[in-house]
C-alpha cells in the first residue's frame, strides 16, 4: 500500500482530501479512522464492513475524480481565497524552450484559484490564466509540471506529504469547466 497517498487523495468514507497515509500493506486516512489492506493481489480488503468502498485503485481514483469535480462545481469562491495551495516548495521555472537542467532551482509556492494560478518566487508573483495552460500533469512520482505557450514549470517537495496528482487533477478540472463555459 505504500504510496497509494500519491494517487488516492480522497478518502471514500468522510471525503476529506490528503487525510491518506500508507505503512507497509495498510492505507488509512488520519480524519474518520478509514482503512484498508492491500492484500496480495492487490486489491483491497476491509477488515470492518463500514470501510468497504473500492475493490482497486482504478476504481477509487475514477470516484475520486468524479468527487472532486461535482466538489469543484458546487464550490462558491472568490478569486482572492485558493481552493488549494502549497508553500515553501521546490520550483524550476523557465520560458517553454528551455530544459530543466539549466534552470536553478528556486523556493517557490503554488495556488490554484478558480480561474488561474499564482506561482510565487521569492518576491515575484507570476498569474497564469488556466486558459493559457496547455499541460498539466505529474513527472516523476512527485513533481507537478505545467506548461504555457511561453513558459513551463516543476514544482515539488519531498519533505512535506502532498499530492501533486490531486493538484493537477483540479487544475484540468477547472480548466475543463472554464472551457465549457465559453
Known sequence: AEHLEEGLFC????????TLTTLNDTIKCSNCGFYNVVNKYALFESPDPKFEHFEDPIAWDKYQTQYLEKYLKGLECDDENPIVSKYSSIV????????????EEQQGSLEVFKTHLLLTLG????????DDILKCYVEF?????????????????????????HFSKII?????????KI
Open 141 to 165: 512520482k512527485k513533481t507537478l509540471e505545467v506548461k504555457t505557450s511561453s513558459i513551463k514549470f516543476r514544482f515539488y517537495d519531498d519533505e512535506s506529504i502532498w499530492s501533486p496528482y
Open 172 to 180: 484540468n478540472i477547472l480548466k475543463s469547466l472554464n472551457e465549457s
Open 123 to 130: 518576491l515575484e508573483t507570476i498569474r497564469i490564466k488556466l
Open 92 to 103: 524550476k521555472y523557465g520560458d517553454s524552450t528551455t530544459n530543466y537542467a539549466e534552470i
Open 11 to 18: 478518502c471514500p468514507h468522510c471525503h476529506e482530501f490528503n
